[in-house]
Every structure is written in C-alpha cells, then in structure tokens.
C-alpha cells in the first residue's frame, strides 16, 4: 500500500520542529561557508550586511548581480532593501547551513533584532559564473529549546522546506501549475467525477483570477490543497514547492537510500520496559530490505516479552512492507488484510500477511498495544486499522487523521509536485477503511498519556 504524507499532516509535522528551534551559542554556530560560488557569495553577503556600510553592500551589489539585473533593480533600490532589512535584523549570525550545492546554498542565521531565525537562500546563475539569480529571505518562529538535538536530517529538512516555500511565483509558472494540476485530477484521481469536478474548479479560479496574488510557492500551494480538499475532502490530495535544482521526491519513503539508513528508516527506539514490556517506536513505514531487516531485529529483540507496545503517535506513513511484517508476526496464519481498487472499482491486488517470516511468531495470546495521535496518518493507520479489526490489538490514544487512499506522485513543473490518490483500500473484516474516519482508539487518551495508559493496562492484565 503506497500511502504517502499527507500535506497538511506532514506540515504540521514541520511547523511543530519549527517550534523548536533555538539559535542558542554553541560550537556549531558560524558554520564555515562552503568553498563553492555560492559559499562565497553568502559569505560575502554576511560580510557586507554586517557592516553597517553603504560602500561595502553597494560593493558586494556590484560584484554579484548583472549589468540587466542592475538596470531592472539599481543599487539605490537595492540599498533600500538593505537598510529595511538592516533596521529588522540588525546583524545576521549563521547558524547552519542547509542544502549546499556549487551555485545554490540555504543557510540558517540568527538575527540580533529579532527573535526570529533566519532562513537564507541564494542561486548563482548558470550562464554567468558568480552573478546571483534570485534570493529567498524567510523568518522562523521558535522557542528557547536545543536546535541541535534534532537530527541532521530533521535540521536540514526544515531549512530547505522554508527556503522551498519561499520561491517567487509568476504569472506563467501559476498557470502552468493550475493546468497540469487540473489534468492531472481528471486522468489519475481514484474518483474519475469528483476529479472532473476539483479541476473545473481550479481552471475557473485561475480564469478568475483568484490565484493571482499567491507569489510565493508555498503560499501557491496552500491555496490550491486548501481549495481541492474542500471539494474532494480528501487530504491525500495536495500540492508541495521542492528545490528546482535538486530531484527529491516529496514522499520521504522515496528519499535516498544515503538519507533512509541515517534516519534508520524511521526506527526510533527499541526497549524492554519494566514488567517485561516490549516497546517499539517507527515514524515511517518502508519497504526497503534493509527497513524489514530492521524490523525483524526490534521483534526479536522483544520476543521474550509478556506485552509489546507498538508507538506510531508521530508515524506519518509511507508503504506497506514494514507493517505487514509486524502483523504476520502476530498472526498464526496467513491472512488476507485487504483489497487495493482501481479507478475503475476493479481489484486489482489483495494484500495478504506474509507466509515466512524470519523467526517465531508471537503466542496469539500475548497483549499488543498500538499508541496512537491525530497525526498518525496513512499506512500508518493501516496498521492500526487491521490490528484493531482482526481483534489483536488494543488502540490507545487519540484518533487518528484518516487518510486511506493509496497516492502517486506527479510532477507538475520545475518546482511543484502533486500528490494524487489512485487507489481505494478495503478492509478484509470491516469491508470499508478509514478514510474520514481514522482509526478509533480503544482507551481514547491524550497522545502524551497514552504510553502511560497502555502499561497500566497491561499490568493490570497480567496481574489478572
């Protein structure tokens, strides 16, 4: 099952770690610029924006924009960009650096004005060494916590998602993204009529210049999810701006495999808890080898336990591998989970739990917890959604977002991809999903309380 972030889950994701940021001092504050064009355009940049010095900025001007770009926007109107953001920042301390490419680097920096950080992005042009060709400047909410207690990944992600969003929007760039999009409704979207109507709905605000005054790709985007998912009330449906430079999918489970095994695909910890209490936490779901791999080793890990507790409170989705293996471990044969159905409403596959297994499986009998939220999205979901309905698991938590259909993803231009769902999922047991719906826990806790809850439950079952 290809379930795949969803748009407004997957970026509540990203505005909570934005939260969290804290541009505290620390050894890994000034970041060394990168010996690149564009390292040392940025470095140049901080040089003469800390200045404080027309003479140094207009130089700085000067060196790094073309004769055409100069005549479009002189340095007098450059210098007053310069003193507007000089009266906000005052002076801009770089934090971490982002994306780094030879013409194109993301940069985090501090601001003594403000409480803010700010998010940087310069692109050199390919057809003329050294000469800038847009520049991106985005602010940062954050509280006083560690931002270098975030994983590499998860700091870098968050700076080139801002810079991403950042990017300047035009006239053709938005009709061309409205249109592909709209085609993309009416020949992919798994309802063939509601796809028709979504994409009317798009042409005609864009012929009614509704769109016009979204400029920005983030904001471009937000708009046309917002407006496609009050019609279709399907949040697998959305629209994301990536970096035109870089060929990086908007499902992370199709990030590269360097990037999968640094997040360990997702696994965040494997504990046997007091009572002898087995506990594993995954974020994503993958179907890599290594991921099952993984897997098998955090199930062996707690196969002498007397409970397992499953936390998938901040599992936003992804495929389908993982979670079958986990429930073929806790089922004694195997069992068809569901049916996947095309556009057409024909079946086009059954999933079943798998056959072999590497090791033993779980005695039917043992208590199976699965910590929920209302981010817990997608194949994520799935996972809960069977275990609850083949009656071998309890769900504690929060219910979860509801978002079932299987999605692909379009690209639609140099800067925007398109999440669209394809496919339909029917449980084996219940003969519906749980799309709209989510997964309704058992024990209906707050997220925060739920592991709490799930180990006074499994105590007073065995002590029962």
Avoid at 219 to 224: F, M, S, V, W, Y
Avoid at 383 to 392: G, I, P, Q, V
Wanted: glycine residues 4%.
């Amino acid at each position: 099952m290809k379930n795949h972030r969803v748009k407004f889950l997957f970026f509540v994701f990203i505005i909570l770690a934005l939260t969290i940021i804290a541009m505290r001092t620390s050894a890994a504050e000034n970041p060394k610029m990168p010996d690149t064009s564009a390292g040392r355009c940025v470095a140049a940049y901080i040089r003469a924006f800390n200045s404080i010095d027309d003479a140094q900025m207009t130089k700085f001007i000067e060196q790094y924009y073309s004769k055409s770009d100069l005549e479009e926007r002189p340095v007098e109107r450059q210098l007053k960009r310069y003193h507007q953001l000089r009266d906000i920042f005052k002076t801009l301390t770089p934090v971490y650096l982002g994306l780094s490419l030879e013409r194109q680097l993301s940069l985090l920096c501090k601001a003594s004005g403000t409480d803010a950080g700010i998010v940087l992005r310069y692109q050199l042009k390919d057809s003329e060494a050294d000469k800038i060709e847009f520049t991106t400047v985005a602010g940062i909410n954050y509280e006083e916590k560690s931002f270098f207690s975030m994983t590499e990944e998860k700091r870098r992600e968050i700076i080139d998602y801002t810079a991403n969003r950042t990017l300047a929007v035009d006239e053709i760039l938005r009709k061309e993204t409205v249109e592909k999009a709209a085609k993309a409704l009416e020949e992919e979207y798994l309802f063939p009529e509601m796809g028709k109507k979504v994409a009317d709905m798009l042409l005609e605000n864009l012929s009614s210049g509704l769109y016009d005054d979204q400029t920005r790709a983030g904001r471009l985007a937000d708009k046309l999810t917002d407006d496609m998912v009050h019609i279709s009330k399907d949040i697998h449906l959305w629209i994301e701006a990536r970096n035109p430079l870089v060929d990086q999918s908007i499902y992370p489970e199709n990030y590269s495999i360097e990037e999968l095994r640094r997040d360990n695909y997702g696994f965040r910890k494997t504990e046997v808890m007091p009572d002898n209490i087995g506990y594993i936490k995954f974020d994503m779901i993958h179907d890599d080898e290594e991921a099952l791999e993984i897997a098998a080793s955090a199930l062996a890990s707690v196969a002498d336990c007397e409970a397992l507790i499953f936390d998938i409170r901040d599992n936003i989705g992804g495929e389908w591998g993982v979670a079958n293996l986990i429930i073929s471990y806790l089922l004694n044969e195997q069992t068809t989970i569901n049916y996947l159905f095309d556009r057409t409403g024909k079946i086009i596959e059954t999933k079943k739990t798998l056959e072999d297994i590497p090791g033993m499986r779980f005695d039917p009998d043992l208590p199976v917890y699965i910590l929920t939220s209302r981010i817990t999205a997608s194949a994520a979901e799935a996972f809960a959604y069977a275990l609850k309905h083949f009656n071998r698991a309890t769900v504690v938590g929060e219910t979860t977002i509801g978002a079932a259909h299987p999605s692909k993803e379009i690209v639609l231009n140099k800067i925007f991809r398109m999440s669209v769902p394809f496919r339909r999922s029917e449980n084996a047991v219940t003969k519906t999903d749980w799309e709209n719906v989510g997964v309704i826990p058992h024990i209906k806790v707050k997220a925060s309380e739920a592991l709490k809850a799930a180990l006074e439950d499994a105590k007073k079952r065995k002590k029962n």
